[in-house]
């Protein structure tokens, strides 16, 4: 059964970093596509960082190119999020999802499984 574990958030300054990572206790990443969402408070969730099935390709948006950095470990069912260069904006509730798909979708309801989430917090 598949279960998403989040974990390495926490408080940072502006211009800090931290690396998310997100493990899959309940089995393997192997055939799905991998994909990091966040949610502020009154906010959509929004899409941060994909990677296909393969590992081959990665997919951010325009907001957090150049510093955000995704990778997988299909060995070790984890998947990391590198996030340099924070801003307050980055501040919210990142959460780790699985699709059955080749690419990593931006939209949140193509997505089959989620984990709880791990909240990353920026001052300024």
């Known amino acids: 059964q598949v279960q998403l574990v989040e974990s390495g958030g926490g408080l940072v300054q502006a211009g800090g970093s931290l690396r998310l990572s997100c493990v899959n206790s309940g089995g393997t990443f192997s055939g799905f596509a991998l994909a990091w969402f966040r949610q502020a408070p009154g906010k959509a969730r929004e899409f941060v960082a994909g990677?296909?099935?393969?590992?081959?390709?990665?997919f951010y948006p325009d907001s957090v190119k150049g510093r955000f950095s995704l990778s997988r470990d299909n060995a070790k069912n984890t998947l990391y999020l590198q996030m340099n260069s924070l801003t307050p904006e980055d501040t919210a509730l990142y959460y780790c999802a699985m699709a059955r798909t080749t690419v990593a979708a931006t939209k949140a309801t193509l997505y089959d499984y989620w984990g709880r989430g791990t909240q990353v917090t920026v001052s300024s």
């Open positions: 990677i296909n099935r393969s590992g081959s390709s990665t």
